[in-house]
């Protein structure tokens, strides 16, 4: 005769192994919460994806600001190419008291009746150094003739 512990027993260990292989095999051929599995797999590239749009755009816009600066500064400069060292002197004023935006070095330089601007720095990203970028690099450039000369 068996008794109530031997019966509980044994139907538990049956319950837990048809339970337990019933849930496997289900888990692998439910096709139910398959949206959250997709995402959560692909958080990081969309946040990667989304983010890095909105580095590059911000690098962008100051890229945009840094070339009117240099500009700017290389049409004041052009004022004074009679004199080159006053025409270096007041683009680099100009740039200096107007660049604000991004660490960057402006080089101007005089050759014939042209001045020349080049402005060269980095601007940090928030996003994307989640994949090893951490900056994205500025270059800009520009130049402007003397119309005294024609």
Same mark, same amino acid.
């Given at each position: 005769?068996?008794?109530?512990?031997?019966? #509980? #027993?044994?139907?538990?260990?049956?319950?837990?192994?048809?339970?337990?292989?019933?849930?496997?095999?289900?888990?692998?051929?439910?096709?139910?919460?398959? %949206?959250?599995? =997709?995402? &959560?797999?692909?958080?990081?590239?969309?946040? %990667?994806?989304?983010?890095?749009?909105?580095?590059?755009?911000?690098?962008?816009? /100051?890229?945009?600001?840094?070339?009117?600066?240099?500009?700017?500064? /290389?049409? !004041?400069?052009?004022?004074?190419?009679?004199?080159?060292?006053? !025409?270096?002197?007041?683009?680099?004023?100009?740039?200096?008291?107007?660049?604000?935006?991004?660490?960057?070095? !402006?080089?101007?330089?005089? =050759?014939?009746?042209?001045?020349?601007?080049?402005?060269?720095?980095?601007?940090?990203?928030? #996003?994307?150094?989640?994949?090893?970028?951490?900056?994205? !690099?500025?270059? %800009?450039?520009?130049? &402007?003739?003397?119309?005294?000369? #024609?």
């Amino acid at each position: 005769m068996k008794t109530i512990c031997s019966i #509980f #027993f044994v139907n538990f260990d049956k319950k837990i192994n048809n339970l337990f292989n019933c849930n496997i095999r289900d888990y692998f051929q439910s096709q139910n919460g398959n %949206v959250a599995l =997709v995402f &959560a797999l692909l958080f990081t590239p969309i946040l %990667v994806a989304v983010g890095g749009g909105i580095d590059y755009a911000n690098a962008s816009r /100051v890229r945009s600001n840094l070339q009117e600066i240099i500009d700017a500064s /290389v049409l !004041a400069g052009a004022v004074s190419l009679s004199d080159p060292n006053e !025409a270096e002197t007041k683009a680099n004023n100009f740039y200096d008291s107007h660049e604000k935006l991004v660490q960057a070095t !402006a080089n101007f330089n005089i =050759v014939g009746g042209d001045i020349y601007g080049t402005a060269s720095g980095s601007m940090p990203t928030s #996003f994307l150094g989640i994949i090893g970028i951490n900056s994205i !690099a500025i270059n %800009v450039e520009a130049s &402007a003739t003397d119309v005294s000369t #024609f």
